[in-house]
């Protein structure tokens, strides 16, 4: 388990990450969103204790990142896959992990298998690798150890829709074996699949966290009617706020006037039958990760991958 309680890191007098608390559970996968800038990679700096905290703890299953005795075993780290020596092939950037580990040699194999690099990719220099070349290359040399945790960077960059899928499976399993990924990410399509829990981060604050579920849960209910204006009065005038959009559906398509509110759909119906108002849509609202990141982190967007 990783947990980060209250951490605040400074330059000066800029406040890059401020009293950051959440947790990241075995067995998950918690997707760590927010926009360029925002103190993802910051935060998860001061994880591995490349960066100090002004303020604040990360333990991981109890201990700090440098106390670990043998980190490679324990915690698999990506932060950026163009850190790799470009003079070295890909082979050597995991035999001297191996070693470096104390593991059997025949790991090297094994984890180029599992990446999908061939022996040719293996013998070229790093210097010579596409970005998704190296994404596979660095995520290779954090599982080399086969730890129980994975803190990730940005792994996508770089990778073709294939990749992209293919990494979405190697993580997925490895969380349902009963380990812990912690991801960051500015691709939204791709957290909304993988993540177990999300924790969003704007100018350097947590602004929302909580599992999938409970963050995408239905935002309220889509209704179309054969009276709409009858229906809208009929919910306020039980005290619930309803609004009538006249542009159509959710996308901004034609259709007729759409109500929205953010009661249970069950209400509505009942509301209608007891009026008298035939219902020609009734339905859960789409609550996608998008407008919630969006709306969420408003204040410190620059840009954002949304596909």
Same mark, same amino acid.
């Given at each position: 388990?990783?947990?980060? %309680? $209250?951490?605040? +890191?400074?330059? &000066?007098?800029?406040? /890059?990450?401020?009293?950051?608390?959440?947790?990241? *559970?075995?067995? !998950?996968?918690?997707?760590? =969103? $927010?926009?360029?800038?925002?103190? +993802?990679?910051?935060?998860? !700096?001061?994880?591995?204790?490349?960066? !100090?905290?002004?303020?604040?703890?990360?333990?991981?299953?109890?201990?700090?990142?440098?106390? =670990?005795?043998?980190?490679?075993?324990?915690?698999?780290?990506?932060?950026?896959?163009?850190?790799?020596?470009?003079?070295?092939?890909? *082979?050597?950037?995991?035999?001297?992990?191996?070693?470096?580990? $104390?593991?059997?040699?025949? *790991?090297?194999?094994?984890?180029?298998?599992?990446?999908?690099?061939t022996p040719a990719e293996a013998s070229r220099r790093v210097g010579n690798y596409s970005l998704g070349m190296r994404q596979r290359l660095g995520i290779a040399t954090a599982l080399i150890g086969d730890p129980e945790v994975l803190i990730l960077d940005e792994p996508a960059n770089g990778l073709d829709p294939a990749g992209i899928r293919w990494m979405r499976d190697l993580l997925r399993g490895y969380a349902d074996?009963?380990?812990?990924? =912690?991801?960051? @990410?500015?691709?939204?399509? %791709?957290? %909304?699949?993988?993540?177990?829990?999300?924790?969003?981060?704007?100018? &350097?604050?947590?602004? @929302?966290?909580?599992? +999938?579920? %409970?963050?995408?849960? /239905?935002?309220?209910?889509?209704?179309?009617?054969?009276?709409? /204006?009858? =229906?809208? !009065? /009929? #919910?306020?005038? #039980?005290?619930?706020?309803?609004?009538?959009?006249?542009?159509?559906?959710?996308?901004?398509?034609?259709?007729?006037?759409?109500?929205?509110?953010?009661?249970?759909?069950?209400?509505?119906? +009942?509301?209608? #039958?007891?009026? $008298?108002?035939?219902?020609?849509?009734?339905?859960?609202?789409?609550?996608?990760?998008?407008?919630?990141? #969006?709306?969420?982190?408003?204040?410190?967007? *620059?840009?954002?991958?949304?596909?």
């Amino acid at each position: 388990m990783i947990a980060v %309680e $209250g951490v605040t +890191k400074q330059y &000066g007098h800029f406040t /890059a990450v401020d009293d950051v608390t959440f947790t990241a *559970r075995p067995g !998950r996968v918690t997707g760590f =969103l $927010g926009p360029n800038g925002a103190g +993802k990679s910051t935060t998860m !700096r001061v994880m591995v204790g490349l960066t !100090r905290a002004s303020s604040g703890t990360v333990t991981i299953s109890g201990r700090h990142y440098v106390d =670990l005795p043998n980190p490679g075993l324990e915690v698999g780290v990506l932060l950026d896959a163009s850190a790799q020596h470009a003079g070295r092939t890909g *082979r050597e950037i995991l035999v001297i992990a191996q070693q470096f580990m $104390g593991l059997p040699r025949q *790991r090297v194999d094994q984890m180029l298998e599992v990446v999908s690099l061939t022996p040719a990719e293996a013998s070229r220099r790093v210097g010579n690798y596409s970005l998704g070349m190296r994404q596979r290359l660095g995520i290779a040399t954090a599982l080399i150890g086969d730890p129980e945790v994975l803190i990730l960077d940005e792994p996508a960059n770089g990778l073709d829709p294939a990749g992209i899928r293919w990494m979405r499976d190697l993580l997925r399993g490895y969380a349902d074996r009963g380990g812990t990924v =912690l991801l960051s @990410s500015h691709l939204l399509h %791709e957290i %909304e699949v993988i993540a177990d829990d999300i924790v969003m981060i704007g100018n &350097g604050r947590i602004v @929302s966290q909580g599992t +999938k579920t %409970e963050l995408l849960h /239905a935002a309220g209910t889509v209704v179309r009617a054969t009276d709409i /204006a009858v =229906l809208q !009065r /009929a #919910l306020e005038q #039980l005290g619930i706020t309803a609004t009538v959009d006249e542009n159509g559906d959710e996308n901004g398509a034609g259709g007729g006037a759409v109500l929205r509110t953010d009661v249970d759909p069950a209400l509505v119906g +009942k509301v209608a #039958l007891e009026v $008298g108002v035939a219902l020609t849509e009734l339905r859960a609202a789409d609550a996608g990760l998008e407008d919630m990141f #969006l709306e969420l982190t408003a204040t410190s967007q *620059r840009d954002v991958a949304i596909a």
